[in-house]
Every structure is written in C-alpha cells, then in structure tokens.
C-alpha cells in the first residue's frame, strides 16, 4: 500500500471542504439516493459519497456496505482527489497502490472507480464513487454518468452553503439599524430592503418589490432625487445626501442618504444606506433658533451700549481721569469684540438656514484689495505691520462685494493679529491657472468646466498654524490657542463662515503655512469688467 501525496493546494481544498459544512453531518436523502442511482448505472454492489479531511476518509453515504471512517492513508479516495479525471482502478489486489491493504481485503473490494467532487475554486473535496467485489471496468456511458451524477451532488452543496451565507448575511444585515435597501439602476425597481427598511416604511417585502424610490419620496423631493439618479448614471460611484422619506401611513422623515453603484453583480444595482435624522434635525433647529433668538436679544442692547462707550472714548463727555480713560478704552474694545462675534452668530445661522443672499457681480481687484487695506490700516498701525498690495492692473472677478469684503477682512485681521511687530501683511492677486470650477453665466461659461479663475493670496510672516490644528481649522469655533504677546480674542467661526461664504461663490479657499511663513489663498471665477 502506497500512501497517498498530500496535494499543492491542500490548504485551499480544506477551506472549502470545511465552508460547506457537511463533515459529521446526518445522513440526507439525496446523497443517498445519488449513491443508489450511481451503483445501478454502474452496475456495482457498492456505492459511497466521501470527503477527504485533514488525517481521515468520511463517509457522508454507503450503500450496499458499511465501510466505515478510515485513515486517509488507507484509503483508495486520498488518491482519487489528485487524479485531474474520473479514477479508476480495474482491480485494486493486482495494483501496487493499493495491494495489501487490509482494509480493502476484509470489505472485498477490488474494482473501484470515482469522479471528484469539485469545489467553486476547482479544489477536489471528496469522491463520489462505485465499488465491487470482482475485477471490473466501467464504459464509456456509465464514466460520463457517474461524472454528471457527481456534479449534481456538488450543485446541491453549492446550493446549501449560498442557502446559509444568505440566511447568515439576512441576519447580519437584518440587525443593522440603518434601512438598508437594493434598487435596479435602470428600472429602479426595489430588489431588497432589510427589516430596519420595512419596519420604518411599513411595506412588505413584496410591496417593496413592486416600489420605487420615488413612492416612497414625496413630491417636493422628486426632481432632486432624480438628479441624485441622473448623477449616478453618469458615472458618479458614491453620493451622500439629504433628503425626506414618506412612509406608508403620510409622515414625512428626514434622512441622510447613501448611495452607490454595483456593477459586479450581472446587472447594475444601486445599494442605498438610509440612517433617520429626525433627533439630529430636530438638536440643530434648537441650537439654530436659541442662537438666533439670544443674538438678536443681545444685538439691541449691545448695539447701545457700544455707541455709549464709542462716544464717550472720543471725549465726548468731556475730559475723563486717566483710570477712567482707560477702562472705557477696554470696555470700547471687547464691546468691539462682542459686536463681532453676535455678527458672526447671526451671519452663520443665515448661512445654515440658507437664508444669506449672494449677488455675483464683476469687481475689479484692484479696488476691493485697496478697501480692505483702508479699513485695516489704523488696526495695522497699531500691532506695527505694514499692508502691501501687489494686483495685476485691470484684473476683474466674479463675487458678491459684500460677502468678499468679509471674507479677506477676516484674513487680514488674522494676519495681523499674528504677524510679528516690523513686518508686512501682504495682499496678492493675479489670474490663475485654470481651475475646474462651476462658473455661473456671468463672468464665464456655465458649459466650460476650465473657466478662468483669479487667485487671491494673504501673507504673513507670523509663527505658522500648529501641526495639530491644522485638520480643524475650517471647522465652526475652531481656535488655534496660541500664546502669543497680544490678545487675539475672536468666535472660531470667522474661517468656517469665509469657507462656506467662498463656495457659495463657487470658489475655493485653501492655505500653505510653516513658521515664518503663511499664506491663505482663495480661488474665484473671473469675470469681465
């Protein structure tokens, strides 16, 4: 008896032996009438389905015998898996492989003949075989059914691990609190929804089948979901939205939607992760209306109260002491402050509820530098920074002046506030490369996606952003917390707002710094004079 090679890819043909899950299982119908089946084509006294594992020869059927668990040594099937082909042995007592094998002697086995059971990956798992007491050989017919026979048997295993891996992944899927949803992407026909889905919409399976996103939209939603559509159809991979659900009983809920598109799948599908926003809206209205309320309360009073200080630090209340003239000075100077930072306030709650107006407009740079510079010379004097201003002559962009203005006011306040004492604050702009901007009709080609664009650039020479606040800075009540010999005061909203405020003007802000060195550079449409 020669002991069977343990094959090349051993390690693969064991993972998926053991991924289909039939080792030490009972005893089922179809294996065992497959085994009868293919012993009355084969014309034997023997049939027998096995599965080689590590060390051992299971049997998962007999029919006409008991053979028994065996060492996978001593078995004819350890060899049968290497064959690429049906195997087959005419007369086992006659062949060295097999002659003096014990086992085979007291069962009388002495014809044997098998076809390998296959997995997916092509890795041979087991046999399905015939066996007889007398030397033999099969024909050419009874091989190739003894072949087709096997196939079956491996098409039923098949069958029962994707059985259980989609039983398995219901329940992973099923026990996820997001809806989670499959739509055709051409008919839009629903494939899937798991039980959060069906719970929350209070549809059926079969219901689902029958719908589309758009039943479950209501009306004011369905020109947006469209494009959402349109999008990935045009190649877009992956969209993140807002949106409103209508479930089945009229209540509209808000939600943040995911979509993305599958195309590994015979057809494209779109997989939709849709997680309920109602407790996150409902957080940020009340944070949005006990801003704006409190802001506007404080707006009025404050407002009064800075003109009072404002008037009395211009004398006009006649000469005060000097202690006096110093504390209305630090009043006159936080109420500075606090005016700033209700404007920022109110200015951020109009930008979130999409209520602040934008009118582009062609503006020559030049000029809008220029007032910048006029405003903040005096704040400049007295940190002792200089303001330059380099532009090209006659060089025009496309923003709103008043939402601009804010924005490079803020930036150059930075500036100085960081800029060291003796050095200069400089104001760049010049025409940029092309960018692939969305440019509105005015001041470019809404059909050219490389419109030109001007390149606006504020410099210091102040100490740098942290490493570690660099990921923030864009973010609402960002401050870096440097300490440096001047109070820098501020809301931490002034770059969130000056971000949000330049893409609403379908423009980009971004920043280079290291010690010594910043610049933050805005990226806007050109226009025409």
């Known amino acids: ?90 007369d086992t007592w006659d062949n060295p492989c097999f002659s003096g094998n014990t086992k085979l002697n007291d069962a009388k086995v002495r014809f044997y003949s098998g076809s390998q059971l296959n997995s997916s990956r092509g890795n041979s798992i087991g046999m399905l075989c015939v066996m007889d007491s007398e030397p033999r050989s099969l024909n050419t017919s009874q091989k190739q059914s003894l072949t087709q026979l096997a196939g079956v048997l491996m098409a039923s295993l098949e069958a029962a691990r994707q059985s259980r891996m989609l039983n398995w992944l219901g329940t992973l899927i099923d026990a996820v609190t997001d809806e989670v949803m499959v739509f055709d992407s051409l008919s839009l026909h629903f494939l899937y ?30 020109d947006s979901l469209m494009a959402y559509l349109q999008q990935l159809q045009n190649g ?15 209540v509209l809920v808000p939600v943040e939607m995911r979509w993305q598109l599958l195309t590994n799948f015979g057809k494209p599908v779109i997989l939709s992760i849709v997680h309920d926003i109602t407790e996150r809206k409902r957080v940020s209205n009340m944070k949005s209306e006990f801003i704006s309320l409190v802001s506007h309360e404080l707006r009025t009073p404050l407002t009064a109260i800075h003109g009072a200080v404002k008037l009395l630090d211009k004398g006009v209340a006649g000469i005060l002491p000097d202690a006096a003239t110093k504390l209305i000075s630090l009043a006159a100077l936080n109420t500075d402050r606090l005016c700033k930072m209700v404007d920022d306030i109110l200015d951020l709650e109009k930008l979130a509820s999409g209520k602040m107006q934008f009118v582009l407009q062609p503006l020559l740079v030049s000029a809008v530098l220029e007032r910048v510079v006029q405003a903040y010379a005096a704040v400049a004097g007295v940190a002792g920074v200089q303001l330059q201003v380099q532009a090209t002559p006659n060089l025009c962009l496309s923003a709103d002046v008043q939402r601009l203005n804010q924005v490079l006011a803020n930036l150059v306040s930075n500036a100085i506030a960081f800029a060291p004492r003796g050095s200069n604050v400089c104001l760049s702009a010049f025409a940029a490369c092309k960018s692939a901007l969305f440019i509105p009709s005015l001041g470019g080609d809404v059909s050219d996606p490389l419109a030109a664009t001007v390149c606006l650039q504020v410099t210091d020479c102040g100490p740098g952003i942290p490493e570690h606040f660099r990921q923030n800075i864009f973010q609402r009540f960002a401050q870096a917390n440097m300490q440096t010999n001047r109070q820098k005061g501020g809301s931490g909203l002034g770059l969130f707002m000056a971000k949000q405020m330049i893409e609403h003007m379908y423009g980009s802000i971004s920043y280079r710094s290291q010690p010594g060195c910043t610049t933050f550079e805005v990226i806007l449409p050109s226009a025409q004079a």
Request: charged content about 25%; hydrophobic content about 40%.
């Open 236 to 250: 877009a991979q992956q969209l993140q939205f807002e949106s409103v659900r209508l479930r089945q009983d009229g």
């Open 1 to 90: 008896m020669i002991t069977p090679a343990i094959p090349l890819n051993e390690a693969d043909r064991l993972e998926d032996l053991y991924a289909y899950g039939v080792l030490d299982t009972a005893p089922e119908k179809i294996f065992d009438e497959i085994a009868e089946l293919a012993a009355t084509i084969c014309g034997t006294r023997y049939a027998a389905v096995t599965f080689i594992d590590g060390d051992r020869h299971w049997f998962k059927t007999e029919y006409g015998s008991v053979f028994g668990e065996s060492s996978r040594n001593d078995s004819i099937c350890g060899h049968a898996i290497l064959a690429q082909e049906l195997f087959e042995v005419a």
């Open 193 to 222: 929804a798991n039980a959060v889905a069906l719970k929350s919409l209070g549809y059926s399976l079969e219901e689902m089948c029958r719908m589309t996103p758009l039943d479950v939209t209501p009306d004011t939603e369905r």
